[in-house]
């Protein structure tokens, strides 16, 4: 892209799409709010890393997500009892999931399509850039199952999409940068190739510290965070932690990146401000933290699974640092964190800096 004055415009154009988006929905949710059983939470996430000025390696993500309504039972939703001669496939696969038995717990369906792109760091040469990362794009849809208990959030999730051109990643890049105004990025022609892929995640949240408030409706909370995946796109061990401090904490999960079963933002029970009753639910809180991967595989930096394609040695050991402040106002969560993700393959020149901002209503 052109560097200069083009870049804020541009992610000043991405929050005006944000909200473009979600607002039309007001006048649904403008309602009495539904109880759990009944409430569904949608979220828009954009990631980009404009926010931080730059335009290279994670240069976009983009994620809408739909978490269900609290169910006893993952075949209580309707959806689930509709699915005819599926319907003994579907059961089957979650009697084999952990926790499935567990009367005690809360569940939740969660359902995203989702689109991240990767290019070099100089994206105006044509040529294949040996010693960079290769261009590449993953558009998908996931399915995760969420068990919980106001301390804990068990998610299994399956990821099923595509690289190559079927990710539409030139594509979605050339449409915003036509309408911008903005040079393209030269060198698409040497994207990885074309491939179905896959990953399961497991991912456990655990609040170590419940939500404590120090002073009337201050409070602070600790949740941690671990698990693992495994499939033909990524796979690896990942951790991390989450700190949040502010006026009438929610009870969901924390506020995740764009990331394999991080859907959070889905309260955990009726204190979360978004169901009080009077409609004038108000939180504000800040939140930092950390969070680290242990990688074995990733196809962006690996090249193809079964084709052989332009890859980089990539480092196994990374790390991201967040900050940032989340809103809710109502039924509506807003929140904007600054990402400082460390080195990930061989011979990059210095870490990375993106925004990462959601959108999230409870209907």
């Known amino acids: 892209m052109v560097k200069g004055s083009v870049r804020p415009s541009y992610c000043r154009s991405g929050v005006v799409v944000l ?5 039309p929905c007001t006048s649904v949710v403008a309602q009495a709010q539904k109880p759990p059983h009944e409430s569904w939470t949608f979220t828009l996430h954009l990631e980009n890393d404009l926010f931080a000025d730059t335009d290279r390696f994670y240069t976009n993500g983009v994620k809408m997500s739909w978490v269900s309504p609290e169910l006893h039972w993952f075949q209580d939703l309707n959806w689930m009892r509709k699915q005819g001669i599926m319907q003994a496939t ?6 084999i999931l952990p926790f499935s038995d567990d009367a005690s717990r809360q569940r939740n369906l969660a359902f995203s399509l989702g689109q991240k792109m990767f290019t070099p760091e100089d994206v105006f040469r044509r040529d294949l850039i040996a ?14 199952f969420h068990s919980k208990t106001y301390r804990r959030l068990d998610t299994f999730e399956l990821q099923l999409g595509f690289t190559g051109d079927l990710s539409l990643a030139r594509q979605a890049q050339n449409l915003v940068h036509t309408v911008r105004g903005i040079d393209k990025a030269r060198g698409w022609d040497n994207q990885i190739d074309t491939e179905a892929g896959f990953a399961l995640i497991y991912d456990r949240k655990q ?3 419940p939500r404590h408030d120090f002073y009337k409706q201050w409070g602070m909370d600790f949740i941690v965070h671990a698990g693992a995946a495994a499939g033909t796109v990524f796979s690896h061990l990942s951790a991390g932690l989450e700190f949040r401090i502010g006026w009438n904490l929610p009870t969901d999960f924390g506020t995740a990146l764009i990331r394999p079963a991080g859907d959070t933002n889905a309260p955990a029970d009726t204190r979360d401000p978004r169901y009080k009753r009077d409609g004038r639910g108000f939180s504000f809180h800040l939140f930092g933290g950390t969070s680290g ?3 074995f595989r990733d196809i962006f930096l690996d090249g193809n699974t079964f084709s052989d394609s332009h890859s980089i040695d990539k480092k196994r050991l990374v790390g991201d640092f967040v900050m940032g402040a989340s809103l809710i106002y109502k039924k509506f969560k807003l929140s904007y964190a600054q990402v400082l993700r460390t080195k990930e393959f061989d011979g990059q020149g210095s870490g990375q800096n993106f925004g990462s ?3 999230s209503f409870t209907y």
């Open 19 to 23: 909200l473009a988006l979600v607002l």
């Open 90 to 95: 579907i059961n089957k696969f979650i009697n």
């Open 131 to 144: 010693d960079d990362r290769p261009y590449a794009g993953w558009l998908y849809g996931s399915a995760a």
């Open 207 to 209: 609040r170590l510290i």
């Open 293 to 295: 991967r242990v990688v």
């Open 357 to 359: 901002i959601s959108l």
